[in-house]
């Protein structure tokens, strides 16, 4: 056999086959939609993943605004920042940040499935979120997706 004829293929980013892809986020759990998400954007479906490169696609999630939380999660769960000076902890509630910003919830729960690095920075990049069913993307013609098809 001979073994020379056998190459691992990288994708990187001149080869990456990257698609948009639409996902309507509407009646769908947080998590659960930030994971496949966060595996689309990563492109960990693809045959030709590569942890090292942003080998993806590009994700439009529309209708932020309708994403649904299990438990008390809306009035419990909070969202921690700090202001750099003393006594600037601001504590926000998943119900008082879906008022404020719609988009936010959603982007924050991606950013924090991806890499903590600059290919994450940079694959997130790729992420469009928009709180209506509207979005500027129509030019990019992207696919919609169904999220348990893809596995």
């Given at each position: 056999m001979n073994t020379l004829s056998y190459k691992t293929v990288s994708a990187n980013k001149e080869t990456a086959n990257k698609e948009w892809v639409l996902i309507d986020a509407e009646n769908k759990v947080l998590g659960r939609l930030a994971s496949e998400a966060a595996k689309i954007l990563r492109g960990k479906y693809k045959t030709d993943f590569t942890p090292h490169a942003d080998a993806g696609d590009y994700v439009i999630i529309i209708n932020a605004d309708k994403i649904r939380l299990t438990g008390e999660k809306w009035q419990q769960k909070e969202y921690i920042r700090y202001t750099g000076y003393p006594g600037g902890q601001r504590?926000?509630?998943?119900?008082?940040?879906?008022?404020?910003?719609?988009?936010?919830?959603?982007?924050?729960?991606?950013?924090?499935?991806?890499?903590?690095?600059?290919?994450?920075?940079?694959?997130?990049?790729?992420?469009?979120?928009?709180?209506?069913?509207?979005?500027?993307h129509h030019a990019q013609k992207p696919k919609q997706v169904n999220l348990k098809s893809i596995r």
């Open positions: 504590i926000t509630s998943a119900k008082q940040l879906m008022a404020k910003k719609p988009t936010a919830m959603v982007e924050k729960a991606v950013k924090g499935m991806l890499p903590k690095n600059k290919l994450g920075s940079q694959l997130f990049r790729n992420l469009h979120v928009y709180s209506g069913a509207e979005h500027n």
